[in-house]
């Protein structure tokens, strides 16, 4: 339509009943109920009315912008002047007087305005007013005259009469959409029956949401179904049900669609944001559904049942089956309600089927339950937002029935990293503390003297199962069956592995008998090689209390003590005595027993050490004996099952005893370094069966030594301490016995594993 | 890896039947019917509690030649009847478990739509989309 030029008296009267029309104070489109009204006031035919409506492009449009107000009441004023209507009559008409209109629609429009007021007040939600359309070059101005309230006069008068005002009807719904296009929609829904424009008005509504910028234009609101069904739909009489159309989108027109079930259409359409994402739900829309969603459920964070649920969106007409589609791609968490988000997105999505959108196999992302929950106070939304599980506390009952999709968030996490540890730990990890924990648990029960050891190494094992289960959450979970698994058999995994993720499972754990291996690998080495270094240290410093100490303060937090008692007795020392700690564990775990009493014999430690490699050895395996004990809080009870095993290994060779004590010695050297890493070097430093035999020489040795070992009373802190690096370093042999066993095992499951492959396939039909 | 995938109502009558298309589907159709038989033989010989000790998974109902069918039974008497074929690598009790497991989640959720009326037939596409999966699992 060509611009629209107006007089100034012209202007006034029209900007005038614009702000009449402008219920909504919107300035910028008008109320379609009230500029229906007005135009039934001019005291025109209905088709003639129609007409002008189509004319002024708000047919088109679905609203009655700035633009095509001022051109519908140019075509009034044509029409009342009896010139036909013509699109170019707008300008072409000189001197048109100005429309007129029957004041008597005051009243009606006032009653009308009542109605109207509830549905804009209603419709305020909407948000927007939609610009005026950009086309028309009208002048849009306010300052209205008076002039106004003449044509309401004789409005009022035609209404009556005008068919248009039927009490609404399905029809309206257009006139609905309208409203609700025009954000206006103010009571003009509700109450518009505008019988006569009903299918027109339709159009409108979807020219309307077809404005929305463009693609997806939701060929408008159409009109909620008038209200019946709105009202149906939505609880409330009127109005809300049109969804905010986009000022926006109402400009453009070109996607105009007219809705299938235009005006039945029950839902609102919205005209889809269509930006970016036609599945998007624009606020306007947003802040509609959760109208609506009041409606049904006051409580947004509450759920909507899927039968009210059901009934609900029963109203819009669709097909059952389309309805079952859209609750499925909407019904997130497979609850059987809904929540908010959830219930945003099969609305929208009931919208867009309205508009001839089809409906999408997966829930678009834009209605993923999370987008609501974070915008809206309702959270929920699980369903309308796959998002939301991440983000919203996935009320409780939307879980899938399968799973619970907030707990699938969280489990899975939890899942996977028990999954790592649990893959990482199979190994006897704890296996080596345990064993050492074992031993230390049996040289306690022998000797009640130990201390900490004695207690701690009898519960170790379940302890440090239990401790690994409280320290590392899900890594524990899966440790924990790790450990239950090595302790009560294993050393299948590699101990090297085991070793690493025990140590860093332990290191979790902090506590206690984990700290033996220590949570980082770096540590452990620090002890062993403190250790080894402290050996020679002390011994050169004649260990005292201080040092002592301070060299188990050394001791990387694992085992503070460890150092300093693997560190007197040296390196060397250590490992034999940890050999032979192991064989006399087991072997002589009566003789570790009257070692352990000999805890704080760190004097004659000292004694000894100077002495010769064996008395160091069997210091060390005193310290070791006694210092299992102590070490049991820090050896996690994979070292003692290690040290079981070990133990077992050595009762084996036990008989070798002291002649390869020496030898021993020379292996079990590198051992004791990284006490901690002896899962993983142990088994590489270690040959299997010498070492073994070897170490429980040793460890015989030492252990034999011990028990002649008497305590004195005079030096407790010494020999306490002097006991703990003994423990502590029969703990680290201990443990790498273990891994080293455990490493042997591992091969030899795999040999088995092979022999078994190739029996399976030289073995004819086996399967058959 | 199911070649026919069947939920038959409580009534007996068939909610949902799909089958790969490679063969004759009557046949399929058939082989479900004459399996109820079976189906309804084990529910009657399993607990008398009614439900509280029959196990949800029937297992092989009978196998021919060509195929085995198995048998699961929900709570509320809705069977579910899954023909595999013999040619495949046997399948394992435990993934014929899990199969089941997933159908009957399937079905739960087909069930919490408020717009599907128990007793009318399957129409969900989700549940489409989990039997299909199922099923091309075969080739």
């Known amino acids: 339509m060509e611009g629209l030029t107006l007089s100034d008296a012209e202007q006034k009267y029209y900007s005038d009943l614009f702000s009449y029309c402008d219920i909504e104070s919107t300035k910028k489109v008008v109320v379609n109920g009230r500029v229906l009204e007005l135009f039934r006031a001019a005291q025109l035919p209905n088709d003639v009315v129609l007409q002008i409506m189509e004319l002024c492009g708000a047919t088109r449009l679905g609203y009655f912008g700035r633009s095509q107000f001022y051109i519908a009441l ?8 009896g010139f036909p209507l ?9 001197d048109l007087p100005l429309p007129r209109f029957v004041a008597s629609k005051n009243e009606q429009e006032s009653r009308h305005a009542a109605s109207y007021s509830s549905d804009s007040e209603n419709q305020g939600s ?10 028309r070059g009208q002048v849009k101005k306010g300052s209205i005259s008076h002039d106004t309230v003449q044509p309401r006069a004789s409005a009022d008068q035609q209404e009556p009469a005008s068919p248009v005002v039927s009490p609404q009807q399905s029809p309206p719904t257009s006139p609905h959409t309208w409203r609700k296009h025009n954000r206006h929609s103010s009571g003009g829904n509700s109450e518009r029956p505008l019988g006569g424009p009903g299918p027109f008005w339709s159009p409108f509504g979807e020219a309307q949401s077809g404005s929305s910028a463009g693609d997806a234009v939701w060929s408008g609101h159409s009109p909620p179904p008038p209200q019946e069904n709105w009202v149906s739909f939505a609880d409330t009489p009127p109005t809300s049900t049109l969804l905010t159309m986009h000022p926006a989108s109402v400009q453009d027109q070109t996607t ?8 039945t259409a029950n839902e609102i359409r919205r005209q889809s944001s269509s930006y970016d994402d036609p599945w998007k739900i624009t606020d306007e829309q947003r802040q509609y559904y959760i109208n609506q969603f009041k409606t049904i459920q006051p409580d947004l964070n509450g759920f909507i049942p899927g039968s009210a649920a059901k009934e609900f969106f029963t109203k819009s007409k669709l097909p059952i089956l389309e309805l079952s589609h859209i609750w499925e791609l909407s ?14 997105a099969a609305f929208h999505l009931v919208v867009a089927r309205k508009n001839g959108y089809d409906l999408p196999e997966k829930l678009p992302e834009s209605l993923m339950p999370k987008l609501i929950d974070l915008e809206d106070a309702a959270d929920v939304g699980d369903q309308p ?10 009320e409780a009952p939307p879980s899938k029935s399968p799973s619970m999709p907030s707990l699938n968030q969280t489990w899975p996490e939890l899942n996977q990293s028990s999954e790592d540890t649990a893959i990482v730990h199979p190994v006897p990890i704890r296996m080596t503390p345990s064993k050492i924990h074992m031993q230390e648990m049996e040289l306690k029960r022998t000797g009640s003297d130990h201390t900490n050891p004695t207690s701690p190494l009898l519960v170790k094992p379940s302890d440090l199962s239990e401790e690994n289960k409280i320290n590392t959450a899900v890594k524990f979970a899966s440790g924990n069956t790790v450990d239950g698994y090595s302790s009560s058999d294993s050393f299948t995994s590699d101990p090297e592995q085991i070793g690493s993720n025990v140590t860093r499972q332990r290191s979790h754990s902090g506590t206690s008998p984990d700290n033996t291996a220590p949570p980082p690998p770096p540590p452990r080495p620090q002890p062993s090689h403190s250790r080894s270094s402290s050996l020679d240290m002390n011994r050169t410093f004649t260990v005292t209390t201080g040092q002592q100490q301070a060299g188990v303060v050394a001791h990387p937090p694992a085992v503070p003590p460890r150092p300093q008692p693997s560190q007197a007795p040296g390196p060397v020392v ?16 009566p003789q570790q027993i009257p070692e352990q009493p000999n805890f704080a014999d760190f004097s004659q430690f000292e004694v000894f050490a100077a002495s010769s490699v064996n008395e160091e050895q069997d210091d060390e395996a005193e310290k070791h004996a006694e210092v299992l004990p102590v070490e049991k809080a820090s050896d996690p009870a994979s070292s003692l099952r290690v040290a079981k095993t070990d133990s077992k290994t050595e009762e084996k060779t036990a008989a070798s005893a002291p002649a390869n004590v020496s030898k021993g010695t020379t292996p079990l050297a590198p051992p004791p370094k990284p006490v901690r890493r002896r899962l993983k070097s142990e088994d590489e430093l270690r040959p299997d069966v010498d070492e073994h035999t070897q170490k429980t020489g040793v460890l015989a040795a030492v252990l034999a030594s011990q028990p002649s070992i008497p305590r004195s009373v005079g030096k407790d802190k010494k020999a306490i301490q002097a006991s703990i690096r003994r423990n502590k370093e029969t703990n680290t042999v201990l443990a790498r016995l273990n891994s080293e066993l455990q490493q042997q095992l591992k091969d030899v499951l795999e040999e088995r594993i092979s022999l078994e492959v190739q029996l399976e396939q030289l073995r004819p039909f086996s399967h058959l | 890896m199911a070649v026919c995938i069947a939920v038959i109502a409580k009534e007996n009558y068939p909610l949902y039947i799909r089958s790969t298309p490679m063969e004759n589907e009557l046949k399929f159709h058939y082989m479900v019917h004459t ?7 084990k529910i009657s010989a399993m607990g008398k509690a009614l439900v509280d000790q029959r196990e949800l998974y029937l297992g092989l109902l009978y196998p021919t030649e060509d195929y085995k069918v198995y048998g699961y039974v929900t709570n509320s008497k809705v069977k579910f009847v899954m023909v595999v074929d013999s040619s495949n690598t046997a399948l394992r009790d435990n993934e014929i478990r899990s199969m089941f497991r997933k159908l009957h989640n399937s079905y739960t959720d087909v069930m919490c739509n408020p717009f599907y009326n128990p007793g009318d037939p399957i129409q969900s596409r989700a549940f489409d989309s989990m039997v299909t999966s199922m099923m091309i699992q075969v080739c």
């Open chain 1, 385 to 394: 937002g796959e998002v939301g599980y991440s983000g919203s506390p996935a």
């Open chain 1, 256 to 263: 105009v669609r007219t809705v299938a079930s235009a005006t």
């Open chain 1, 86 to 94: 013509r699109v170019e009559s707008i300008n072409t008409v000189k």
């Open chain 1, 74 to 81: 140019k075509l009034v004023a044509v029409a009342q002047s």
């Open chain 1, 126 to 135: 909407y948000s927007g007013v939609i610009p005026p359309p950009p086309g």
């Open chain 1, 574 to 589: 250590h490992r034999p005595v940890d050999a032979d700690g192991l064989v006399t564990h087991t072997s002589t775990s």
């Open chain 1, 331 to 344: 019904d997130f968490d497979k609850d059987g309600a809904l929540t908010l988000d959830e219930f945003c």
């Open chain 2, 35 to 41: 399996s109820l038989d079976v189906v309804d033989e």
